[in-house]
């Protein structure tokens, strides 16, 4: 008699067990290597950083590789992450979790509209987040996504550039780097920019490339900035701390009947 294939044995809870235990430990590590750093940063308007709590919810957009430097240093300051829906990005939002940050999962390819209707709801008493190249690049070209997401829902957009001192680079796409330990890590922050409402696809793009030499440009200048190792006009020194949560804001009944048309019946 032939022999019956054997079925292949899965174990989700293990498999999410080894996660969770996986995102704890990384974010652990990466807490301890990160706090080794000379943090220092330069505002254009000092009122966006997130652990001061002024005004009320904003995006912020930086580049993929330099993930590291928000998560450890603006943990719990009321701050939702856009993460794709990918398998890799599981122990990511395990360690953003572990940061005090919230996750949405989804993208422009996998989940999108679940995942804007979600960053709807928090935007309303969070800060929103995100990386608009992502792990698989193409690296420091920015997606629609975020101008989209502004226009809809009329929040600042907030641009950051980081930069380390010779950091180490990995083989990934995004050619994500990992600073030394007790070396330089430099930002510059942008102004908050309100894209406007409606915009058309011509318009769109046009915003799009603007915000992309913008971010491109803030993150040259960290870069040069942290190799340099010179001093700044207005320069601050970043430490991780705890921020009150955003002024909770009403939004347009206008994208309110766009996002939840039950709601506005």
């Known amino acids: 008699m032939p022999r019956r294939k054997r079925k292949k044995r899965h174990f989700p809870r293990t498999r999410n067990f080894f996660t969770k235990l996986g995102g704890l430990l990384a974010a652990k590590g990466i807490g301890a290597w990160m706090n080794t750093l000379d943090a220092r940063a330069v505002f254009y308007d000092r009122a966006v950083d997130p652990v001061l709590g002024i005004e009320g919810p904003r995006i912020y957009v930086f580049w993929h590789e330099y993930i590291l430097l928000p998560l450890a240093l603006r943990g719990h300051c009321h701050l939702s ?32 509209a679940r995942a804007l209707w ?34 809809r829902l009329q929040l600042p957009l907030v641009v950051m550039g980081f930069g380390y001192d010779r950091p180490w ?29 409606d915009l058309d696809r011509t318009a769109l793009e046009a915003c799009r490339l603007r915000t992309e030499r913008l971010l491109n440009c803030l993150t040259a200048e960290a870069e040069a900035w942290a190799t340099a190792g010179t001093r700044k006009a207005g320069e601050v020194v970043i430490h991780p701390h705890f921020a009150p949560r955003p002024r909770a804001i009403q939004i347009a009944p206008r994208v309110e009947a766009l996002l939840h048309p039950s709601r506005a019946a």
């Open 81 to 112: 992450m856009l993460l794709s829906q990918h398998g890799d990005a599981d122990i990511l939002a395990r360690i953003a979790n572990h940061f005090g940050f919230d996750c949405v999962r989804g993208s422009t390819y996998r989940g999108g």
């Open 118 to 151: 979600e960053l709807e709801e928090r935007s309303r008493t969070q800060h929103l987040t995100i990386t608009p190249d992502g792990p698989r690049g193409p690296r420091r070209q920015l997606a629609q996504g975020p101008i989209y997401l502004a226009s």
């Open 169 to 197: 680079r990995t083989n990934s796409c995004d050619r994500f780097a990992v600073p030394r330990m007790y070396s330089r890590a430099r930002a510059v922050i942008g102004p908050p920019m309100m894209v406007p409402a």
